[in-house]
């Protein structure tokens, strides 16, 4: 079982930043891929960033590609997501997500593990 916490939601205007955190805990390995999702009122959750904990590769939905930042801190096993540059349209509940293997997955059905997610709200 792995635990994730999501922190660092917030309300912000277009434009500014915020750097969202997710705390792992239990059984966290190098073989584990971390993910963020996002779900906004009345759509589906949709895939924003995933990183390998291993060789630190990451991917990114093309939305947010040159805004949004993956990054892990392998001594508090945690992983970041900085997003600079935001829109209103970023506004959702973001969730931190984890799974066993080296494939980084944007499909959520292929994760195995969810936080309870952190809140962010975008203004123009």
């Known amino acids: 079982q792995v635990q994730l916490v999501e922190s660092g939601g917030g309300l912000v205007q277009a434009g500014g930043s915020l750097r969202l955190s997710c705390a792992a805990s239990g059984r966290t390995d190098n073989n584990n891929v971390m993910g963020w999702f996002r779900q906004a009122p009345g759509k589906e959750r949709e895939f924003v960033a995933a990183h390998t904990w291993k060789s630190g590769n990451t991917r990114y939905a093309d939305s947010v590609k040159g805004r949004f930042t993956i990054s892990r801190d392998g001594a508090k096993n945690t992983v970041y997501l900085q997003m600079n540059s935001l829109k209103p349209e970023d506004t959702a509940l973001y969730y931190c997500?984890?799974?066993?293997?080296?494939?980084?997955?944007?499909?959520?059905?292929?994760?195995?593990?969810w936080g309870q997610g952190t809140q962010v709200t975008v203004t123009s």
């Open positions: 997500a984890a799974r066993y293997g080296t494939i980084l997955h944007s499909l959520d059905e292929r994760y195995d593990y």
